[in-house]
């Protein structure tokens, strides 16, 4: 039989190969969860901007603020991934799938550096199968991304409070700026890192790495950030402010979602409680040990709380006095909670560390079970195949699709490619209202010389609430027919309107006020 050898060089290399293999294993696990179904689902509203923004030429997405509110980097480089693999929604989220396994090793190094390998490979396993990060690699949008970037410089900022070499300090700023140009959250990154040097790690060389940083992020700032977030009437916000439900709703999000409106109360106030003990437990230990670090040891908890704590509490400020909150624009500050849970998990010991953990798993499996109730995205490429299938029925060929918003012909666009044609009401994002007559008049007009009209409107946001042009198609065309998609109604006038399914559409039944319809 062998026998373990007694050489300490040995049993490192042994230890080393052992490691690197669990981590080879847990990013194939990663990998396997983020491409399991990642094309079943329709693209959703936001995905297909991300569609239409990344096919504009590299000079327009330059010069401009194609997309008020994103800098253009993501896109950028979109499009080049999509020129390669082209744009299926297989192909539009694997860019952000990819970013979301190469995370998984990314937080091992950042772990390791902080508290050890054991911690590091814990780290790394919570990310593997974390909920949250799991639907936003199936995402084609830039969250994940700008988390990805932001975690490299986190890593390297930490290898430079131990190193204090330049190519560690620079690396962590030209990391930081690119984050920066993937999505604006991710400067969220460089003022936690800003926080723990002023704390635990001053460094003439920190000063230098933030200068870059400045200078690196000073043309987005006068290209994109200013003339949009940083002008009153630049950006037209519609997050919303912050509220005590929003960050309710935030928290189990973060696992899942693991319950719901539609659960029995007695359900949800077990998951709240379990929710409580997983978000503020494991906090208040860091806290209590990072008062007590020692300052020559580079004092990890302290940088891993305020990686968490930093952007949270910076944005929750900005969110309280301007309307931008969006608990997916926190992503970038997940690894900071995931380190303190993978020092609570491996330093803990004996019920507090069972507690946790199966408080923890408890939560995973609930979250992951509630993915196919709860995380549904829109039915974009349904609704447009029963129409395209549904105008095909008429003996009239002539087919028009009306948009009630303006941003509905993204992901309309995405699945016609232009069969049926669309086209928009009259008016941007301001609602028709009964006034408008002569607007209404000639949109009637205009669909009464079709033979099969559809008229989509959107669940959040509406160019026409009160239905007043399919009033005037009933009336005009007789009977229609109305479906619900996830995400969107559609209504359908015409000879193409019974294949479309669904409940009929009268005069007498929109006068009626019935309540299917909205």
């Not at 508290?115 to 995402?139: C, D, K, N, T, V």
């Not at 290209?223 to 940083?230: G, S």
């Not at 950006?235 to 929003?246: I, K, N, S």
């Not at 087919?399 to 009630?404: A, G, I, M, P, S």
Request: net charge positive.
């Amino acid at each position: 039989m062998l026998k373990p050898s007694n050489h300490p060089a040995e049993n490192r290399e042994d230890r080393a190969s052992l490691e690197w293999a669990l981590i080879a294993g847990l990013i194939v696990v990663a990998a396997a969860l983020r491409f399991w179904r990642i094309g079943v689902e329709s693209l959703w509203l936001d995905e297909a901007a991300s569609w239409s923004f990344a096919r504009l030429p590299v000079a327009e997405l330059l010069t401009r603020n194609a997309d008020p509110g994103n800098p253009p980097l993501y896109y950028l480089a979109l499009g080049q991934w999509l020129a390669l693999f082209g744009d299926s929604e297989i192909a539009l989220r694997s860019f952000s799938a990819v970013a979301g396994v190469l995370s998984v090793p990314v937080i091992y190094l950042l772990g390791r550096e902080l508290f050890g390998r054991r911690a590091g490979a814990l780290a790394a396993l919570l990310l593997a199968f974390s909920p949250i990060h799991l639907f936003y690699s199936q995402e084609a949008r830039q969250y994940t991304p700008a988390m990805f970037l932001g975690l490299v410089s986190a890593w390297l900022f930490m290898r430079a409070v131990k190193t204090d070499r330049w190519a560690h300090w620079l690396g962590a700023a030209f990391f930081a700026a690119l984050a920066f140009y993937i999505h604006y959250s991710a400067m969220l990154i460089p003022a936690f890192q800003g926080a723990y040097a002023l704390v635990a790690a001053r460094r003439w060389r920190a000063v230098g790495a933030a200068a870059l940083f400045g200078l690196l992020c000073l043309p987005g700032v006068v290209l994109y950030l200013a003339p949009t977030f940083l002008l009153r009437d630049g950006y037209q916000f519609w997050q919303g402010h912050v509220t005590p439900g929003a960050l309710a709703r935030m928290v189990n999000k973060l696992f899942g979602k693991p319950t719901s409106a539609s659960d029995p109360p007695e359900i949800q106030a077990a998951c709240a409680l379990l929710l409580g003990i997983a978000a503020v437990y494991p906090l208040w230990l860091a806290g209590r040990s990072a008062k007590r670090e020692d300052t020559d040891g580079g004092r990890p908890l302290l940088f891993s709380l305020l990686y968490l704590l930093v952007p949270m509490v910076l944005f929750i400020g900005l969110a309280l006095m301007k309307p931008v909150w969006q608990e997916r624009y926190l992503l970038v500050a997940l690894p900071g909670y995931l380190l303190v849970l993978a020092w609570v998990l491996t330093r803990q010991q004996g019920a507090r560390r069972v507690l946790l953990a199966t408080i923890l798993v408890l939560l995973h499996a609930g979250g992951m079970k509630a993915a196919t109730r709860e995380w549904q995205k829109e039915e974009w490429r349904e609704a447009v195949r029963m129409m395209q299938t549904a105008a095909r029925s008429a003996r009239n060929p002539d087919t028009e699709v009306f948009l009630t918003m303006p941003f509905l012909h993204l992901p309309f666009d995405y699945y016609s490619r232009g069969n049926p044609p669309r086209t928009g009401y009259p008016r941007g994002r301001a609602p028709l209202t009964p006034a408008d007559t002569a607007e209404l008049d000639a949109l009637a007009r205009r669909a009464a010389q079709r033979g099969t009209i559809f008229v989509i409107h959107g669940v959040a946001g509406d160019g026409d609430p009160d239905l007043l042009l399919v009033r005037r198609l009933a009336a005009i065309k007789g009977t229609g027919t109305f479906r619900r998609f996830v995400g969107m109604r559609v209504f359908a006038f015409g000879e193409g309107a019974p294949a479309l399914g669904g409940i009929p559409v009268t005069p007498s039944s929109l006068a009626a006020g019935d309540d299917r319809y909205r």
